[in-house]
């Protein structure tokens, strides 16, 4: 191996593919260092290598990330150490519009305040307004369920009760509604006239619905907020026009994360954290849906008890499915 | 949402690939490489003021990447480390010049990936999802380290062949 080798020389790729793997002695690896460093080609070819090398390492291994559970923990340390300096960079960024508050712990310790103020068994209805429909434009509405089509997101309204039961109405323009749903075992899905569909997979009639398809999904907000610790640079905040709240920015920092692109959360100062206002932003930049949902806390009222379960929402009479 | 916040979590979600891909070209260790990549996010947000928006914003990330690997590789002082800085300024050069069309066509890879047969896939997993290198593939496979190793090769020449193709074609 003395002849330095040529950019398609055989022997450069045995360093390249070598080096992909980790599989070069400590005196290979020099020798590919030294020709990466001497020659622009050589580290074209390198780099061109990589990038089909680095791509394999996010897919696949958001695939494992993606077959494992969602955990509400919030491993601490992450957010200790993120949050300082990127308090401090989102003061930088909005120009004095937000009055920074670069404390780590009161970041951490707000979304934990969050996470736990969203798994408490009060029950919440939230009002969801799409207030940025992509570059798909403003869709058609959907006028019944004849079509097949569900309606859209725009103008439905979720209720939430602990971490794990919510109900989403969504209304055709003919005014019947279309209810999915979880009791917390089971999920479910109501269409104005047919079959009710039920099944033990909880997120199976979540399809669809902005966010479900990423890692912080809206229906449960335990878990949407749980999830902002992997992926997401927070910030706490306090914003002038939150009057008097405090504001929780999150930006995304890791692509393999597919959630929004941003959140910002509303919540006040006191014990009582309970999100008052979820904006997310960035949710389908493809224009596969809107890409901007704000939810907004319109009621904290007790629901009947059974308000959760499928029957609650159709008529006894309804034929059953399970899938 | 701030406009100069959604411009940089904008330009950041397009500069990201060519960034992640250059700290892996110099950090073989998956985990680390995430830890870098999560500080240069951070030191991209905090240093936006200064971006000068006439320039294009890859380079610009990317050389602050390239500082952040200076500070990990003094930081690794002592271990088994590949590149020298004359090394990692021609990385860096090398992905800043790469045209975003290139990086956008990386998009094929998960269609490419499907179309492995059941071998080379098996083979991506163990060594891309499980992290694991082919000496320690090879018990799992049946088969030598480097034998592993070239199959690998083959594989990854088939995937690069394959997102050159035109969509449709693949």
Same mark, same amino acid.
């Given at each position: ?323 | ?24 070209? =110099? ?17 991209? &947000? ?26 990990? &590789? ?6 088994? =480390? ?32 499907? &179309?492995?047969?059941? #071998? ?12 694991? #290198? ?15 190793? #070239? ?20």
């Amino acid at each position: 191996m003395n002849a330095a080798p040529l950019e398609s020389d055989p022997e450069l790729d045995r360093l390249i593919e070598g080096h992909l793997d980790g599989m070069l002695d400590e005196d290979d690896e020099h020798r590919l260092g030294r020709l990466v460093a001497e020659s622009a080609g050589v580290a074209e070819r390198l780099a061109r290598a990589i990038l089909v090398h680095d791509r394999l390492i996010d897919l696949l291994r958001s695939e494992r990330g993606n077959s494992a559970s969602v955990s509400p923990v919030v491993p601490r340390s992450r957010l200790l150490r993120l949050a300082l300096p990127l308090g401090l960079a989102v003061g930088i960024v909005v120009g004095g519009l937000l009055l920074l508050r670069p404390a780590p712990a009161n970041a951490s310790a707000a979304l934990e305040r969050l996470v736990r103020a969203s798994t408490a068994a009060t029950d919440r209805q939230y009002a969801i307004r799409v207030v940025d429909h992509g570059p798909g434009g403003v869709p058609d509405p959907v006028p019944s369920e004849a079509g097949g089509r569900k309606p859209g997101v725009d103008g439905a309204t979720l209720f939430v009760r602990g971490a794990d039961k919510f109900v989403f109405v969504r209304t055709f323009a003919d005014g019947t509604v279309f209810v999915n749903g979880c009791d917390g075992e089971i999920g479910w899905s109501v269409p104005p006239t047919g079959h009710v569909h039920l099944s033990e997979d909880r997120r199976r009639f979540r399809r669809g619905i902005p966010g479900e398809r990423d890692d912080l999904p809206f229906l449960s907000l335990a878990e949407g907020l749980a999830g902002l610790c992997r992926g997401y640079a927070l910030s706490l905040v306090e914003a002038p026009e939150a009057g008097g709240r405090l504001r929780l920015e999150a930006v995304r920092t890791d692509s393999r994360h597919r959630g929004p692109a941003r959140a910002t959360i509303d919540f006040p100062a006191g014990d009582d954290a309970a999100a008052e206002r979820i904006e997310l932003g960035g949710l389908a930049p493809d224009g596969s849906g809107p890409d901007g949902v704000v939810l907004e806390l319109v009621e904290r009222a007790p629901l009947p008890a059974d308000f959760f379960d499928h029957a609650h929402h159709h008529d006894a009479s309804r034929p059953i499915d399970w899938e | 949402m701030d406009q100069r916040l959604r411009q940089v979590t904008r330009e950041w979600t397009l500069a990201q690939p060519a960034v992640a891909a250059f700290l892996t070209s =110099v950090v073989r260790d998956f985990r680390e490489r995430d830890d870098l990549l999560q500080e240069v996010a951070v030191a991209v &947000l905090e240093s936006y003021d200064r971006y000068d928006e006439s320039r294009p914003f890859v380079p610009w990330a990317i050389g602050i990447a390239r500082h952040r690997v200076g500070t990990w &590789l003094r930081s690794r002082r002592r271990a088994r =480390v590949c590149f020298d800085s004359a090394a990692v300024e021609q990385l860096a050069a090398a992905f800043a010049a790469i045209p975003a069309g290139d990086y956008r066509r990386l998009d094929r890879l998960a269609e490419c990936l499907a &179309l492995l047969e059941h #071998k080379a896939r098996e083979l991506c997993e163990l060594r891309y999802r499980d992290d694991l #290198k082919p000496a320690a593939i090879a018990p799992l496979v049946g088969m030598t380290a480097n034998t592993v190793a #070239k199959a690998l090769q083959r594989v990854r020449d088939r995937l690069r062949e394959c997102i050159e193709q035109e969509p449709g074609l693949a």
